[in-house]
Structure formats: structure tokens, C-alpha cells
């Protein structure tokens, strides 16, 4: 009895010793931070949750080129001296495919030609391309049937000008006035003469690009066959068999090539005034040597001499610089030795191959060539009629080029520069009471080709002219008293030598 009031008072503690475990809690575990409860978090600072995304597109579903049977069919075939036309039949049914043959191919082919070829496991349209080659005859895929003719068309866009430039130059002329001097009974002709004319230019039918293909074109395009050229449109259409067509479509990617590609020609045309110790020229060598030591440039670049390049009679010497770090600025300052340096034009043209460009700065002065005063008399009195006649100078800077660009790069450049300048316009009248103004201008033009590599600078010099220039001084206030103020003045000619000097760099484009 006693025992089992033992085990049941022990039952009775134990359970009250876990219930209370079961129930106490611990001051530190209420403490630790809960992450899983927002109000830990100050709103500031609460993140948005991004929103859902949507749920995935069906991806997109791939494509796949329809691929002709004559793609995928491949055939390995093997004949000798057979008959084209059943070469052609058994291509078509292994395609599955129907064959016509024009009669225009008929008749080019006739009835005896033959073939002999060998392929192994090649698409149909490989082996029809070499058979029709072969035969030189064409080929079209259209609503399941091969059609094999005779004569295949061609239609290009030429793009090209359909305006004729022309350009023609002249210096050079009778030096002494040997000529006539005049037009009417009174010309007189002096006994000295004394004339070197050069002239050339580019005639309008040399320069006609669509003259050009014409001709081509008629010249090549066989019997049987046709064209058409519009110039407007720059629109070329060639119907020949296809041998001849290639040929036709081959020049003209080449023609295009060549005609499409320019020449970037940057030029300076300079007036160096010669100071006294210098007034027989810039000297040359000198200033190559002078470039030499202060041009910004790499390792290996040289400076050569181009006067070979030039006419031998030529009065331009040349300095072709063959590396393009060569600094302007650095040449500038070197002619600057000489003198000072007087900028006349600085052009910059962008030019085609083979065409020919022009700039001119200046201004073109107008002046009384002739004025004739006619007297008529009749019974009521008398009637003046006057003739007029006005002609015009140019006084400035003109520059004509024509750049040819060789397969290499190297470009050949015709250079014709004219400086011309008005000195004075001296009118006097005649007997009659006619007047004519007698215009006295300083010209100074040549004509030369060079030849340089893409990216070079040319220097051309040479050209030296006397300038004259009155300086009058005197007194102030005196030298404008009537009768006397002549003796309160001083006049006294002053002698100016200037040399002409063309930097040019040319870069291909």
C-alpha cells in the first residue's frame, strides 16, 4: 500500500515538473530580432517587392527556308557526246520538274550538239548552272518548269553623269607681238616673233562615259542581240546570249570602280616676297635640307627631288615630300627664311577620277576696249552713233587640275595654275576722238604634271616675278601747297621680287 503512494506521489511530481518546463519562457528568445515581421522595419526602408512576372511566351517557332527540289535533289550522272537535250530532260525529271526549251535556243544549239560531262553526287541546279554554261545558253525556275533560252537580259543601274565635261587649257602665246596688232586697214605687223604656245584639254567625246558604253556595248553585243541606254535614268538594258552579257556586266563593275573613285586635293597657293639676301630665289637645296631637319616624320622618310617628273624645259622645281607627317606649318615657317609669306588661295577639292576641277579667286574688272563715235549727215543735220565695246580681266588666282588615279594608288595630276594681276588701265583717245583703254597686267601661268603616291606633299616653286611700287613721302601740310609743293615731296620706285609657290597634298579616297 505503501509503495504504491510512493510511485503516485513521484508520478504527481514529475508531472508537475514538466508542465512547468512546458510553460516558462525564455527572456532572451522574446528579444531576438523576428525577420519575418514588416513592423521591424522602418516604412522608409521597406523594399517593394518586384512585381510577379508574367509568365513565359510560347518561344517563337523557327523557320526554315523553303528549299527548291533542284537544292535538295542530288544526282550523280555521267555522259558522253550526248545530246544536250536529253541531258536536260534528265535533269528536269530528277527534280521532278517540267522542261521548255525556246526556240530561240533551238536555233543557236541546232540539232547535233553534244555533251560530254561527269558529276557525282551534286544538287540539280549545280549541274543545270555548269550545262547551260557549257552550252552558253540561260536558264529560269518558274511555277515547277525549267525554261532553257537562248538569250538571257541584263539591266543595270549606272548612276554616271549624263552631262559632257570639257576642258581645255592655253599658255603660253606670241611673247614679242609679232602677230597682227589690229583688224582694220591700219594693222601693222612687226618683223620680230617670238611665240611658245602650249594647249591641250579633254574633248567632250573622250570624256562621254555613256558615248563610251554605247559603243561598247553596240560593238559587243553580237547578232541576235539587243540594248537599250537611257541617259536620263542611267539605265542599261543588254539582251545577248549570256557569254557575251558577263562580258558586257564585267566592264562595267570595272568602270565603275575606277570612275567612282576620288582624289582629295588639298592646295595652298603662297607668294613668298623675297627679302634682300635671297632675291635670286628660294633656294632649294637648302630648303631640303632645312625640311629635312625639322619635319615632323618617322623613321626611313625621305625627301626627293621631282623635277624629273616635270617637263624638262619647265620652269617648276619640285620637292616631293613621301611622307604624309610632314607638318605644313613646318614648310611655312621654312619658306619664311626667304621672306614673308603672303597666303593667296587655300582650295580644297574633292575630285573624281579623270575629271577635271577649277577654282578661281579673284575679281573680274571690266574696261573700255574701244569706244567709236559715228557721224552721219543728213539734210535736217547731223546724227552721232556711238560703238561701244567692253572687255573684261581677271585679277586673281585660277587653278585647273585633272587628277588620273593609277592601279596602284599613285595618282598623276595635270596642275595648271594662272596668277594674273592688273597693274594699270591707261585710256587714251585716237584721232576721230575715240578712246581706247590699254590694260597692262602681270600673268604668270604654267602647266606641268606630277606624279605622287597617295598622302604626299608636292611643293612646286619657281616662278619669279618683279614687282615695281611707287612710295611717295613728303612733308605734311607742305607737300600739298600749290606750284611749290612738289619741292616738299619725294618719290622713289621700289623693286619687289615675289616667287609663286603651290604646296599640294593628294590623298585617294
Known amino acids: 500500500m505503501y509503495s504504491n503512494k510512493t510511485l503516485l506521489t513521484w508520478l504527481l511530481m514529475a508531472s508537475l515538473f514538466l508542465s512547468g518546463c512546458a510553460h516558462t519562457t525564455s527572456p532572451a528568445r522574446d528579444k531576438m530580432p523576428q525577420w519575418g515581421e514588416s513592423t521591424l522595419v522602418p516604412p522608409e526602408t521597406q523594399v517593394s517587392r518586384p512585381p510577379t512576372p508574367p509568365a513565359d511566351k510560347e518561344p517563337p517557332k523557327p523557320r526554315f527556308k523553303n528549299l527548291s527540289p533542284l537544292d535538295l535533289q542530288k544526282v550523280s550522272i555521267s555522259f558522253y557526246q550526248e545530246d544536250y537535250r536529253a541531258v536536260l530532260q534528265v535533269l528536269a525529271r530528277a527534280a521532278g520538274f517540267n522542261l521548255v526549251i525556246d526556240d530561240e535556243a533551238e536555233q543557236i544549239l541546232g540539232s547535233g550538239r553534244a555533251l560530254t560531262a561527269d558529276f557525282s553526287e551534286r544538287p540539280v541546279r549545280t549541274v543545270l548552272d555548269h550545262v547551260c554554261r557549257a552550252l552558253d545558253v540561260t536558264w529560269t525556275e518558274e511555277n515547277g518548269t525549267i525554261y532553257v533560252r537562248g538569250?538571257?537580259?541584263?539591266?543595270?543601274?549606272?548612276?554616271?553623269?549624263?552631262?559632257?565635261?570639257?576642258?581645255?587649257?592655253?599658255?603660253?602665246?606670241?611673247?614679242?607681238?609679232?602677230?597682227?596688232?589690229?583688224?582694220?586697214?591700219?594693222?601693222?605687223?612687226?618683223?620680230?616673233?617670238?611665240?611658245?604656245?602650249?594647249?591641250?584639254?579633254?574633248?567632250?567625246?573622250?570624256?562621254?562615259?555613256?558615248?563610251?558604253?554605247?559603243?561598247?556595248?553596240?560593238?559587243?553585243?553580237?547578232?541576235?542581240?539587243?540594248?537599250?541606254?537611257?541617259?536620263?535614268?542611267?539605265?542599261?538594258?543588254?539582251?545577248?546570249?549570256?557569254?557575251?552579257?558577263?562580258?558586257?556586266?564585267?566592264?562595267?563593275?570595272?568602270?565603275?570602280?575606277?570612275?567612282?573613285?576620288?582624289?582629295?586635293?588639298?592646295?595652298?597657293?603662297?607668294?613668298?616676297?623675297?627679302?634682300?639676301?635671297?632675291?635670286?630665289?628660294?633656294?632649294?637645296?637648302?630648303?631640303?635640307?632645312?625640311?629635312?631637319?625639322?619635319?615632323?616624320?618617322?623613321?626611313?622618310?625621305?625627301?626627293?627631288?621631282?623635277?624629273?617628273?616635270?617637263?624638262?624645259?619647265?620652269?617648276?622645281?619640285?620637292?616631293?615630300?613621301?611622307?604624309?607627317?610632314?607638318?605644313?606649318?613646318?614648310?611655312?615657317?621654312?619658306?619664311?627664311?626667304?621672306?614673308?609669306?603672303?597666303?593667296?588661295?587655300?582650295?580644297?577639292?574633292?575630285?573624281?577620277?579623270?575629271?577635271?576641277?577649277?577654282?578661281?579667286?579673284?575679281?573680274?574688272?571690266?574696261?573700255?576696249?574701244?569706244?567709236?563715235?559715228?557721224?552721219?549727215?543728213?539734210?535736217?543735220?547731223?546724227?552721232q552713233s556711238p560703238t561701244v565695246e567692253i572687255g573684261s580681266l581677271f585679277d586673281g588666282v585660277l587653278l585647273g587640275v585633272t587628277p588620273e588615279i593609277e592601279e596602284s594608288g599613285n595618282v598623276s595630276l595635270h596642275l595648271v595654275p594662272i596668277k594674273s594681276e592688273i597693274i594699270s588701265l591707261a585710256e587714251k583717245e585716237y584721232q576721230g576722238g575715240n578712246r581706247y583703254a590699254f590694260p597692262v597686267v602681270n600673268l604668270r601661268e604654267a602647266s606641268t604634271v606630277v606624279r605622287a603616291r597617295s598622302g604626299e606633299l608636292v611643293i612646286l616653286g619657281g616662278l619669279i616675278q618683279d614687282k615695281k611700287q611707287d612710295d611717295d613721302s613728303g612733308l605734311p601740310g607742305f607737300q600739298d601747297i600749290p606750284l611749290i609743293g612738289s619741292m616738299f615731296k619725294y618719290s622713289a620706285d621700289r623693286r619687289q621680287r615675289v616667287e609663286l609657290v603651290i604646296i599640294l597634298r593628294l590623298q585617294v579616297l
Open 151 to 383: 538569250l538571257q537580259r541584263l539591266i543595270l543601274d549606272l548612276d554616271f553623269l549624263s552631262s559632257v565635261q570639257e576642258s581645255r587649257f592655253n599658255v603660253g602665246g606670241d611673247v614679242l607681238g609679232g602677230g597682227s596688232s589690229g583688224s582694220s586697214d591700219t594693222d601693222m605687223l612687226t618683223p620680230l616673233k617670238g611665240n611658245f604656245e602650249l594647249s591641250g584639254g579633254q574633248a567632250g567625246e573622250s570624256r562621254d562615259i555613256y558615248g563610251e558604253i554605247q559603243s561598247f556595248v553596240a560593238e559587243h553585243v553580237g547578232s541576235g542581240g539587243t540594248y537599250s541606254l537611257n541617259r536620263a535614268t542611267g539605265t542599261l538594258m543588254v539582251i545577248a546570249r549570256p557569254h557575251i552579257v558577263q562580258e558586257i556586266n564585267s566592264y562595267m563593275e570595272t568602270i565603275k570602280e575606277k570612275y567612282r573613285r576620288q582624289v582629295l586635293i588639298e592646295a595652298k597657293i603662297l607668294e613668298v616676297n623675297l627679302n634682300s639676301s635671297h632675291e635670286l630665289g628660294i633656294d632649294w637645296k637648302k630648303f631640303e635640307a632645312t625640311i629635312s631637319q625639322n619635319a615632323l616624320r618617322t623613321t626611313g622618310t625621305t625627301l626627293n627631288v621631282i623635277s624629273e617628273a616635270l617637263n624638262e624645259n619647265s620652269v617648276w622645281y619640285g620637292l616631293q615630300l613621301s611622307d604624309q607627317y610632314y607638318n605644313v606649318s613646318t614648310i611655312l615657317h621654312a619658306l619664311e627664311e626667304y621672306g614673308s609669306v603672303n597666303t593667296l588661295s587655300n582650295p580644297r577639292l574633292k575630285v573624281l577620277n579623270g575629271q577635271s576641277a577649277m577654282i578661281s579667286v579673284g575679281q573680274s574688272v571690266s574696261y573700255l576696249r574701244s569706244f567709236e563715235l559715228e557721224t552721219t549727215g543728213t539734210d535736217v543735220g547731223t546724227t
